[in-house]
């Protein structure tokens, strides 16, 4: 077993319970992304998480250690994705990323937006014309240190 495993597992569970990932992160008391996140292998949930969690999708006592292992980060299996909508993320930081770089270097310095010290924000956004995913990202700015 590994935490792939338990990935699946748990993925599988939500689809055949019907189980929302705001209903879980509401039992953890995170938020719906950093939850999800978390479920999907890239978090390491506490054990009062990992029990939460672990009820909700019926894992054994090894499967909620996993949960506390600290995981390998990056879930993409491939270096340019191929979903579609992971996809589009990919194009946004190819077209906009040097723009992106050059309005925090120009902003804050020279340095690095964390995704240590990160949160997410994803809400529908109702438009006529059609609705809108809209993402906001906040991550704490560190600047690269002299020495």
Known sequence: MNRMDVTEKIISTK?????????????VGLSKEWTTAGCLG?????AAQAA???DIF???DE???WLQVVPYKGSLPTPVPT?????RWYEIVS????TIKELIHEEFGDGIMSAIDFSMDIQR???PKGDRVNVVLSGKFLPYKQY
Not at 83 to 87: E, Q
Not at 95 to 98: D, E, L, T
Request: proline share 3%; hydrophobic share 35%; aromatic share 10%.
């Open 15 to 27: 689809v055949s319970k019907g189980i929302k990932w705001e209903e879980v992160a509401q039992k």
């Open 42 to 46: 890239q978090m390491t949930f506490d």
């Open 52 to 54: 939460i969690v672990g």
């Open 58 to 60: 019926d894992l054994t």
């Open 63 to 65: 499967e909620r250690k």
């Open 83 to 87: 979903d579609p909508l992971i996809y």
């Open 95 to 98: 077209v906009y990323g040097s």
């Open 125 to 127: 956004q109702g438009d």
